[in-house]
């Protein structure tokens, strides 16, 4: 069965392990006991069944790169890091989604995408498959908001959709990061708490 056209549609970026989980490669820089990391974790996961309850396609992105990372382009030092470091290789622990935040392949209207960029956009089928579903709108959370979410957030202004950045489900390595993160994209997108974006959703229904 072919999914249901939607004006909006919710991504769900990088909800891995090595990027959320205390023993991840990654992290948000956050100590394994910082009660940021869990309530960044519990918003996502409220944003996550929000949109199942709702019946709104949900879009989770994740990055991997193969174990000897021959598929990473190493122009930058956000990727020569992630090879040093041997995070997000496909197949293993830390590539794969954070326990309570992985997506339900029985769904129709969701779906799984992997990249190797910090645009959710670049080499993947994104656009395509917002286009299937008519997206006008999207919701987006993840981390981190400097990187993959601010990245995404851009790419999506610029190809013409309105935006909506869930920000208590982003997360950087620094409040300050995440902060500077959030008023920049202000220019180009609305910002908003779970919970706000969840009651305008059902507003609108």
Known sequence: MSPAPSPVAVLALHYQNDVLHPDGRIRVGLAADDPVRQ???EAAGELIAGARRLGVPLIHIRISFRPDYADLVQNCWIFRKTAEIGAVQEGS??????AGLEPDEQRTNEFVIRHQRTSG??????????GKLGVRRLIVAG?????????TVRHAADLGFEVVVAADACAA???RIHDAALESM???ADISTVHETLAQLEATA
Request: avoid cysteine.
């Open 143 to 151: 981390v981190s908001t400097h990187s993959v979410v601010e990245m």
């Open 39 to 41: 309530q960044v974790i």
């Open 121 to 130: 956009f670049i080499g993947t089928p994104l656009e395509l498959i917002l």
């Open 186 to 188: 202000s220019l180009i």
């Open 93 to 98: 622990w830390g590539a794969a989604f954070f």
């Open 173 to 175: 390595a620094e409040r």
